[in-house]
C-alpha cells in the first residue's frame, strides 16, 4: 500500500465514521417527556429562587433608605434645636449691641452669606478681612 492509498482509506474511514455517529445522534431523542419535564421543574425552582432573593434585596434596600431618612430627618431636628438654643442664649446673654451673628431662621445658614450685612461685623474673626487666607492671620 502506497502512502496515497493510506491516506485516501484514512479519509474515507473518517467520512463512513462521520455518517454512523450522526445518524445514530438524529435517531435518539433530546429527552424524554420525564426528563424534559424535571429540567423545566429545576429551572422553575431555581428562577423562584432568584426571585426570592431578588425581592429580600429589594426589601433590604427599602429599609435602608427609610433609616437614612429618618436618621437625616432626626439629624435635622437636632441641628435646629441646637441653632434655636444658641440663638436663644445670644439673644439673653449676648449683650453685643447691634451686630447680628446668627440669621433669624436656621435656614437661613443654608442660603449663603447674608449680603445685607457689613464684612466688619465679624464676630468670629472681627479683624479679619475678606482677602485673607488662613495663613497670613
Known amino acids: 500500500m502506497t502512502s496515497m492509498e493510506i491516506w485516501a482509506l484514512t ?14 445522534g438524529r ?9 424534559v419535564k424535571e429540567i423545566a421543574e429545576s429551572y422553575d425552582r431555581q ?10 434585596y429589594k426589601q433590604k434596600v427599602h429599609a435602608h433608605y427609610d433609616k437614612t431618612a429618618q436618621t437625616f430627618k432626626d439629624m435635622a431636628g437636632s441641628y435646629k434645636e441646637l441653632f434655636d438654643h444658641l440663638s436663644h442664649g445670644y439673644e439673653e446673654l449676648g449683650n453685643l449691641s447691634d451686630q447680628r451673628v446668627l440669621p433669624d431662621r436656621a435656614g437661613a445658614l443654608l442660603d449663603g452669606p447674608d449680603t445685607n450685612t457689613a464684612k466688619e461685623s465679624n464676630f468670629i474673626h ?12
Open 47 to 56: 428562577l423562584a429562587e432568584k426571585q426570592a432573593e431578588l425581592d429580600e
Open 27 to 35: 435517531r435518539q431523542a433530546p429527552g424524554n417527556d420525564n426528563q
Open 126 to 137: 472681627p479683624n479679619h478681612k475678606g482677602d485673607e487666607d488662613a495663613l497670613t492671620r
Open 11 to 24: 479519509i474515507v474511514i473518517a467520512i463512513i465514521t462521520a455518517l454512523i455517529g450522526f445518524a445514530v
